[in-house]
């Protein structure tokens, strides 16, 4: 029986994809949209400081923390951290930009999904950036998303650009504008000084529309359905209230690579066997949801240092966070002003490749985990991360039962390819090459993590199974071309009508930093849905100019 609709489109997450979606959807005055968070307000001030990033990962605070099965020799259980809070996880994430290169989105398209190749895709990223830079080519100026690059003179930093030279990569201006080997300044999306979440961004101006409503603290628990179409949301508010909300047109899951497929999990929609084991009965037999799972695995390098320059001298005890913290208060400028890495390189894990495929982090800075998060080590020195930008190992992520707030089953797997393999010992063995030139070398006395001993391949592997993941998975609900893939490449969900799904869980390959992919995605669901529904592009809202 058809339910009297509540809204036109009901949009599920506030995060990156969801907020641009939802902000773009309801330009035309004539469509309602509804955008569900289960997270809570994003007024917290340490969300707004940039480098308050050291202070959110590795907490529970704003925060969903999935718990996984025991991962590598070592058997250790680990939690994959996602952003339960108005604007997902742009609002605790490292604020970096990094877009995946052109050969990434044109391999993504050849897997049979028309429509996500570069030539469409840099056009979604130059529509929504403003970038310091001005416009070009590869990127946008005047929209909404201020893309902050520069950093102040710091003379670590330049011993890092100096080694990396000399070791044979370019120093440009742009790390997103080409796909070739370089090193640059990480792009950050920071306004004035301040973090610039995809709500910040897209999601709030857009709510001085009357068509557009947000309700925070209110998780979706299970799709409703009319036959096989989807009709509606049962959602649970923080009260432990639950209702029932229609939508006329779409259901659109923007939860995230974990808790969108837990919805459809939940809703019918995934592979039998999981379905029967958490009690829920059948609608569509889609095996791969959950399934593909890629998540990213760091290997991390630090040095210490002779000279008590970079960052570890203004960050490094709590009464050096307070003056550094009131010199940014006063100018919103300084080393708290910019997000989680300062410098991108990037390197190929064979010469044969036409762009590169392994990336390493540098920061002049270095930190130690503690139970509380990260905490800044108080000699001063450098580090660095290396990741596969493309790792192949696949993971899955399944619900263990058919209640919304029971963990997920997270299968965590890494390094299990030659390529993985290859790759990631080659990234690592390429930063401490770039440390053993000078001007840099100069200033080393040591290497402290984890330590010049540590030499031979296996060791190197294991070292990097021991260290941390990072917070990118995609996959989960694969976009494709095959009839087992869950999302076509319009992403609609197999099966059903009414029900997409917008978010990194649909990539089949592991892009790199998901942040910029994730807006993306977004932007490009908006064309294809307000062409399809004939949506205007009328009551936009007037957006800033670039502010450094």
Do not use: C
Request: charged content about 20%.
């Amino acid at each position: 029986m058809k339910t009297k609709a509540d809204f036109d489109y009901i949009v599920i997450g506030s995060g990156a994809s969801g907020s641009t979606l939802a902000s773009r959807l309801s330009e035309d005055p004539n469509t309602s949209v509804l955008v569900l968070e289960s997270g809570g307000s994003d007024k917290d001030p340490i969300i707004s400081i940039p480098k308050g990033f050291y202070f959110i990962m590795g907490t529970t605070k704003h925060s969903f923390n999935y718990p996984t099965l025991p991962v590598g020799q070592a058997q250790k259980k680990e939690m994959w951290q996602r952003g339960r809070v108005l604007g997902g996880s742009t609002s605790i994430n490292g604020l970096n930009y990094e877009r995946g290169s052109s050969s990434y989105w044109d391999r993504v398209a050849a897997l049979g999904n028309d429509g996500w190749g570069w030539s469409d895709m840099v056009t979604a990223f130059k529509s929504f950036e403003n970038h310091q830079f001005g416009a070009s080519e590869t990127r946008g100026a005047g929209g909404p998303l201020d893309i902050h690059v520069n950093r102040e003179p710091d003379e670590l930093n330049d011993a890092i650009f100096a080694a990396a030279e000399k070791w044979g990569l370019d120093r440009v201006e742009d790390i997103n504008a080409s796909g070739h080997e370089r090193i640059g300044y990480v792009p950050n999306t920071v306004r004035r000084g301040k973090r610039l979440s995809a709500a910040s961004a897209f999601l709030k101006p857009a709510l001085k529309r009357d068509n557009l409503t947000l309700e925070l603290n209110t998780h979706v628990g299970w799709i409703l359905f009319d036959g096989d179409r989807a009709a509606g949301v049962r959602v649970r508010n923080s009260n432990g209230e639950v209702r029932d909300i229609y939508a006329e047109k779409e259901i659109i899951i923007s939860a995230g690579t974990v808790e969108t497929p837990l919805l459809l999990e939940r809703s019918g929609i995934g592979n039998a066997e999981v379905l029967s084991r958490i009690g829920v009965s059948v609608r569509v037999e889609s095996p791969n949801v959950g399934e593909h799972a890629i998540e990213q695995r760091m290997i991390n390098y630090q040095a210490k240092i002779n000279k008590s320059i970079g960052y570890n001298k203004k960050l490094s005890s709590t009464m050096k966070q307070l003056m550094t913290g009131s010199k940014y208060l006063l100018n919103r400028k300084g080393v708290i002003a910019s997000g989680a890495h300062d410098i991108a390189a990037f390197f190929k894990s064979d010469p044969s490749l036409d762009y590169a495929d392994l990336i390493g982090m540098f920061n002049p800075l270095t930190t130690t985990f503690t139970p509380s998060g990260m905490k800044v080590s108080k000699e001063p020195g450098f580090s660095a991360s290396g990741l596969l930008l493309h790792p192949t190992t696949e993971s899955s992520v399944h619900s263990s039962s058919s209640e919304p707030d029971a963990p997920p089953i997270i299968d965590s797997r890494f390094l299990e390819t030659e390529y993985d393999r290859k790759g990631i010992v080659k990234v690592f063995q390429a930063i401490r090459e770039i440390a053993e030139q000078s001007p840099l070398a100069d200033l080393i006395e040591s290497e402290s993590v984890p330590g010049a001993n540590l030499q031979s391949t296996d060791d190197i592997l294991n070292y990097a199974l021991g260290s941390p993941h990072v917070f990118h998975a995609v996959g989960t609900s694969r976009m494709g071309s095959n009839d087992e893939d869950v999302v076509d490449s319009t992403l609609k969900v197999r099966g059903v009508r009414n029900l997409r799904v917008v978010d990194v869980s649909v990539l089949p390959i592991q892009p790199g930093n998901t942040m910029a992919p994730a807006i993306a995605i977004g932007w490009r669901a908006a064309d294809i849905i307000r062409a399809e529904h004939g949506l205007q592009q009328s009551n936009a809202v007037k957006q800033p100019t670039y502010s450094k």
